[in-house]
T-cell receptor
Framework: KQEVTQIPAALSVPEGENLVLNCSFTDSAIYNLQWFRQDPGKGLTSLLL?????REQTSGRLNASLDKSSGRSTLYIAASQPGDSATYLC??????????FGKGTRLSVIA | DAGVIQSPRHEVTEMGQEVTLRCKPI?????LFWYRQTMMRGLELLIYFNNNVPIDDSGMPEDRFSAKMPNASFSTLKIQPSEPRDSAVYFC?????????????FGEGSRLTVL
């Protein structure tokens, strides 16, 4: 059974810092991995989708990498801004099961 | 496209009452998912449909929960009777499957409070 873990559970950084969020999964036979952002009281917004054949995806200040063999993904946020404050979740699609989610990392960027 | 649309956004009800949550997926998507989110357990998959057919309902907590998808543009999640422990945010999501490449899109959620 696929399990997804995100560390740390919470992170606070000063504005302008570059930061890395981590996601690990137990079954490396995945189809894709997706990073989401969730603002308080809101739904999940898809940030980046990495297919199993890809190593990374970039969108603006965000870069997500995937290492299937080690069961890890990272989300890199460059030059963080207060508007980046949110909970970031990763989710993995594998086998015949729908996305399995981690519990998220709650990010606070302090101005 | 308007995205995944859920209603109601908020519902407060008393224990024992019936609750019906509604979802309209993105037009053209053929898979629909119902998730429940709580602080303690995070996001849990309740049930998902593919081409309007329920594929896996093993996440549905009890017989009090039921879900239907009568057509490609509408789904309901019903709780009868509701209990305080059902209080959570319920999310609907949709995707276009095929080759397992589908990106999942979420609605804004329905926040349920059962008193």
């Amino acid at each position: 059974k696929q399990e997804v873990t995100q560390i740390p559970a919470a992170l606070s950084v000063p504005e302008g810092e570059n930061l890395v969020l981590n996601c690990s999964f137990t079954d490396s036979a995945i189809y894709n991995l997706q990073w989401f952002r969730q603002d308080p009281g809101k739904g999940l917004t898809s940030l980046l989708l990495i297919q199993s054949s890809q190593r990374e995806q970039t969108s603006g200040r965000l870069n997500a990498s995937l290492d299937k063999s080690s069961g890890r993904s990272t989300l890199y946020i460059a030059a963080s801004q207060p508007g980046d404050s949110a909970t970031y979740l990763c989710a993995v699609l594998s086998g015949n099961t729908p996305l399995v989610f981690g519990k998220g990392t709650r990010l606070s960027v302090i101005a | 496209d308007a995205g995944v649309i859920q209603s109601p956004r908020h519902e407060v009800t008393e224990m024992g009452q019936e609750v019906t949550l509604r979802c309209k997926p993105i037009s053209g998507h053929n898979s629909l998912f119902w998730y429940r989110q709580t602080m303690m357990r995070g996001l849990e998959l309740l049930i998902y449909f593919n081409n309007n057919v329920p594929i896996d309902d093993s996440g549905m907590p009890e017989d009090r929960f039921s879900a239907k998808m009568p057509n490609a543009s509408f789904s309901t999640l019903k709780i009868q009777p509701s209990e305080p422990r059902d209080s959570a945010v319920y999310f609907c999501a949709s995707t276009l499957t095929g080759g397992h490449t589908g990106e999942l899109f979420f609605g804004e959620g329905s926040r349920l409070t059962v008193l």
